[in-house]
């Protein structure tokens, strides 16, 4: 019995499947695969380290059964037989960790191939779904007939047998989030008068003939796990006491339930599916606990798991049978392999920023602000060690020279990191005073105690590197991460006593803001700053010289945002501030007009200045070593710049 966390540790039957523990790697699709919709081997290489990193499963999310159901254009299509090769081998290199292989089976009905961002290459106008419908897209969902829902239980019933010839255990039917299942499931979509729509039970048929079709094709030899939103948590939605009585109208087909929430008819409802920052730890796990309390069968739960003391209590308390961890295996898949050690400080936890959420429409790939190993699992294994052992200067102690000292120090290279002032973090530090952003500002503790941990890291704090510096200390590598500092504008009033920067909420204590405050700048900074605010019970306004905000947030971070400021802060575009007077802001608006903003204290968000003056300075000194720069002092961005910055640099001396 693991003595630290028992419950999360100890197996579990899941139809014929053994699981080692609790913990199982939530669905996730990996749309970066190959150009021919197979699992390119770096694919199966982010599978490999979540197998390795000791969770029960790993889960490839999202595999269509029918091409024309698929959401994403790299999406894998289960009616295609060259999908086979790739699976398998994806399969069998999971297993060699005593980990179980899964599959999702996913259908989108009325968005599949829906033309778009995340789908350009659909041509399709026409969709498969619940009912006749013409989306706002001008795409027309055709309502499925007895013949199209037979084909589509057999696509379920054939990509299940497919499933058990390239070796997975267990699938999990995707019945939840707004796709195909969820669309027959949802009073609000489904609204058909034969017997597939209408009372609870009839929006099941559906569902449940594809699980009798399924049954039929492989019997008990799969373990069959069903994802369905507990709550819809939408106006006409199903609620969490009709989500009770679907999961146990499913229960007599299956081996397992996973209870999830929310529907994409509702983008709103997208961060808290995927909870973003500003909802709790473990905000949905209640769906599943309200699940459990009606059915006999192992019951899953989901959303911003990411503490193992949390995710302990839930199994032990009966909340749940199971965990599913997405983002927090994303962020670090070594999550269970260190909590079963005892050694939770040692996880890298998810601030749960949507980076990697964000990246997928529009790039397709998969990425992590705090983990730069993540999709590029193959590349960094690849990585030969150095030709020679160097002896490594770093200027900055923020994000990007931490990694790059952490890094560059686990290459075995010899490391000073200077830091020009008494504290290790950098940006990070101005997080420390802000509840949402905790996970982040955990980051900067967890990278200074890896800095600590190695022998090879000289860290020398109050000390700026100058160009006397380096030519003293002769490196043969200087990495600049001096990073920035807060733009000031030249706005009359700027050095006002009521007047905040950033830099300010790094102090020890975090600054007395007055009732009524205003922000100049509507990026990230601003915006994230107001949320705090207001949730603090100020009145806020923020002022915006663009004609949009909030615009180098990560996509969904923005919805996320956007759900917490609208109707609550004030946000005036193309809106210049003019002039900071003791009472208030006075901004010239959109119409040209003068006004005074009235407020106790100003804050200004206006953006970062490069420190490039220090960083020129470096670039050119007697000692003449290689040089990189990295991080803000670059360019000043998200944290993921200035994170895969350091970490890439050091991978490559
Ligand atoms: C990058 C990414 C891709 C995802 N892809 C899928 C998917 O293909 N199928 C699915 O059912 N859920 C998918 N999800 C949702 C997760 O399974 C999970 O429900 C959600 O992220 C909440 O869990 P978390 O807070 O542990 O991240 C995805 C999530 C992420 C972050």
Redesign the pocket.
Known sequence: MNKYYPHLFSPIKVGRVTLKNRIMS????LPEQSENRHLADFNIATHEARARGGAASSCV??CCVSHEGRALIKQMCMDDPLVIPSLTRCARTIKRYDCVPVM?L?HAGMFGMVPGLANPEATGRTSYGPVEMFMENGTHVVAMDEAEMARIAECYADSARKALMCGYEMIIL?GG?GWMLNQFLSPAVNTRTDEYGGSTENRCRFPIRILKAIREAVGDQLAVDF?MSGDEIYEGGYRIDEGCRIAQCLEPYLDMIHI?CGNHEVLDNFVR???DMFYEEGCNVQFAAEVKKHVKIPVAC????SDPAMAEEIIASGKADVV?????L?CDPDWPRKARAGKPEEIRTCMRCMA??SI?PTTRL?WCTLNPECGNELDVRCVQPPRELKKVLIAGGGPAGMQAAVKAAERGHHVILCEATGALGGQILCEKHIPFKKNYYKFSQWLIRQVRSYKNIDVRMNTPVTRELVDEIAPDTLICAVGSVDLVPPIPGIDKKNVLFPADLSRDTMPEFGDRVVIIGGGLVGCETAVHLKREGKKVTIVEMKDNWAQDAHFFHRVGLDVELRGQVEILLNTTAKEIRDDGLVVVGADGEERLIPADTVFVGAGRKPLSDVREALRDTEADPEFFAIGDCVKPGTALWAVHGGYFTALNI
């Open positions: 939530a669905p996730m699709g999310g999202d999702e996913s995707h989030h994802r999830s599916t995927h909870p989901v959303g911003a798991i599913c961890l997405a983002r927090a994303v990697c959420q997928v998969i």
